[in-house]
């Protein structure tokens, strides 16, 4: 392939993962996480508190601040839309690929620096949850600063470059503040942890003693502490939910109920790499070989580096399949030096391995809309079925194509058509996980409620809470006996929800508007007792009323 002709697929590439990433964007916002972490992004943009984060009015503690704080600040910007509420995690998406190819630039070729991007900018897994508001994406971008920085100043100590080992290393003390941020001690945990790997592999304790300790404390210091001091004082109930419940015991217990095995991860890596992830054990044998007696070993410590977090959240008792996304940009550099680097003829066959895969996918999406009892969720599966099948037939087409031009010795077409399919396939999963909004998300059932909310109508969530109500309507809820992830908030804070179901009645019919959100059974042991309700909508999953 000439230069010219990369250039233009490069340019392809990019303006199609744009496309299919603003569409993204535009979905309704899904629960819970979606809407979750947008409704305490618009809460702390519409009260003015940037210390105590709330969610419905709650105070909520579960993660530190740094990602609100952004998102508030493109709600003030752009206003309260699905687009401002996905930005941040969209620009991490784009630096986090952007560091990753860098990197991979420095420490080993051009050619791997774009292989590496090519894989990110391909990676199913990678490019779905550029697009999703969970707090993932943004810890991903500051870790793997932190990882790619401190390798890069022991780059550019090993190149007696002293000023640039000091600024590198600098930039990793303040991405690892920021990671501290996103998502608490994790950030601290998982930079040691490349340390510790490096002090192991090179056999030597000098790389501590290159730490600039003095000033990176400092750094750290005054970007990562001043929150914690005041969200403490503000609130004396944090230090001990956020430190011992959201670290140590959320780690430890199944309090949470996201009980899994402890391969549970080994299968996202592999859908994360697809359809190179046949080629990831010997891009890892690859590249720990080819560093064997070198003084300096990044590809090995990022490698160690991605397996520690994956053994680190196997370990955990409560996971969730975006956890490990952190792994998969350090993972990436290896697998894009491989892909590089390997024959070509070799990367065909992993390709060809990979196309009975989309003929699965293929199978999945003709059986999936009879696998449900009920109507509406098979309903919505029907609707979203030619979406699922364009998918697999972008995922066999890419996969087909690549193996073709790989074995015509077209290594660089051969990964640019791969890592486009793979977009367009992630792109047709979105526009048929778009036909699920009307389960996923409360933006309808928001519009319905809007034609009878006025500023002084109650609002009600009854034995439910649905994440993404209370970001639709621009209002918060009254909780009417639920806790779950409140329950640290409505302590601290007693009154400010109903505890017990039995006193939901008299408040219903306190003089005044209201509406209210409710769990379908207990909605008919409602009607039973006669209080005066009509139906606004009623569905599987919910039932939306005003006070007649």
């Not at 609100?68 to 687009?83: I, K, Q, R, S």
């Not at 780690?251 to 697809?274: D, G, K, N, Y």
Request: proline share 6%.
């Amino acid at each position: 392939m000439t230069l010219r002709a990369a250039r233009w697929l490069l340019v392809l590439l990019a303006l199609v993962a744009f496309a299919v990433g603003v569409d993204n964007m535009s979905r309704p916002l899904a629960n819970p996480d979606e809407g979750r972490y947008s409704e305490i992004s618009r809460e702390m943009s519409i009260t003015g508190d940037w210390v105590t984060p709330r969610l419905d009015g709650i105070k909520y503690f579960e993660k530190p601040p740094l990602q609100y704080w952004a998102t508030a600040l493109a709600f003030e910007a752009f206003g309260y839309n699905e687009y401002a509420a996905r930005l941040y995690v969209w620009l991490c998406a784009i630096a986090t690929l952007g560091i990753a190819a860098y990197t991979a630039m420095r420490l080993a070729t051009v050619e791997a620096g774009i292989a590496t991007a090519l894989v990110l900018a391909g990676s199913p897994y990678f490019l779905a949850l550029g697009g999703i508001v969970t707090l993932d994406m943004g810890v991903t971008l500051w870790t793997t600063l932190t990882v790619c920085a401190f390798l890069l100043a022991e780059h550019a100590h090993a190149e007696r470059r002293a000023s640039a080992a000091r600024n590198w290393m600098l930039v990793a003390w303040a991405a690892m503040a920021l990671a501290v941020l996103s998502k608490g001690l994790i950030g601290i945990v998982f930079a040691g942890a490349a340390v510790f790997f490096q002090v192991v592999l090179s056999r030597d304790l000098s790389a501590l003693r290159r730490m600039r300790w003095l000033p990176g404390l400092a750094l750290f210091a005054v970007i990562a502490v001043p929150w914690f001091v005041l969200v403490s004082r503000a609130n004396p109930e944090f230090a001990r939910f956020f430190f011992v419940h959201e670290h140590f015991e959320r780690f430890l217990t199944h309090e949470h109920h996201r009980v899994q095995p402890w391969w549970f991860f080994l299968p996202i890596v592999v859908l994360a790499f697809l359809p190179w992830a046949p080629a990831l054990p010997a891009a890892v044998r690859h590249a720990w070989r080819a560093e064997r007696g070198a003084d300096l070993q990044p590809m090995r410590v990022a490698l160690l580096w991605a397996a520690f977090i994956v053994f680190f959240f196997s370990a955990s008792g409560s996971k969730l399949p975006a956890y490990i996304l952190p792994a998969i940009p350090l993972l990436a550099l290896p697998l894009g030096r491989y892909l590089a680097e390997a024959p070509a003829a070799r990367l065909a066959r992993y390709a060809a391995f990979t196309v009975p895969i989309g003929l699965v996918l293929f199978v999945a999406a003709y059986v999936t809309p009879g696998t449900s009892q009920e109507p509406w969720v098979r309903e919505l599966n029907l609707a979203a079925q030619p979406f699922a099948y364009a998918a697999a037939a972008a995922f066999t087409a890419g996969a087909l194509a690549g193996a073709w031009l790989l074995r015509a010795g077209r290594r660089w077409t051969a990964l640019a058509v791969v890592a486009l399919a793979n977009v367009l396939m992630v792109g047709g999963l979105i526009e048929g996980y778009r036909m699920f909004s009307p389960r996923q998300s409360d933006q309808e059932a928001a519009r319905l409620m809007g034609a009878y909310l006025r500023p002084s109508t109650r609002l009600y969530s009854v034995k439910i809470y649905d994440q993404s109500l209370p970001f639709y309507l621009g209002r918060t809820l009254k909780l009417v006996s639920y806790v779950d992830e409140f329950e640290t908030g409505l302590k601290a804070e007693p009154g400010i929800g109903l505890d017990h179901l039995e006193d939901f009645p008299a408040e219903w019919l306190r003089p005044g508007d209201a509406l209210a959100i409710i769990q379908p059974g207990v909605f008919e042991e409602l009607q039973r007792q006669g209080l005066p309700m009509e139906v606004i909508h009623q569905d599987a999953k919910r039932v939306l009323v005003r006070k007649p």
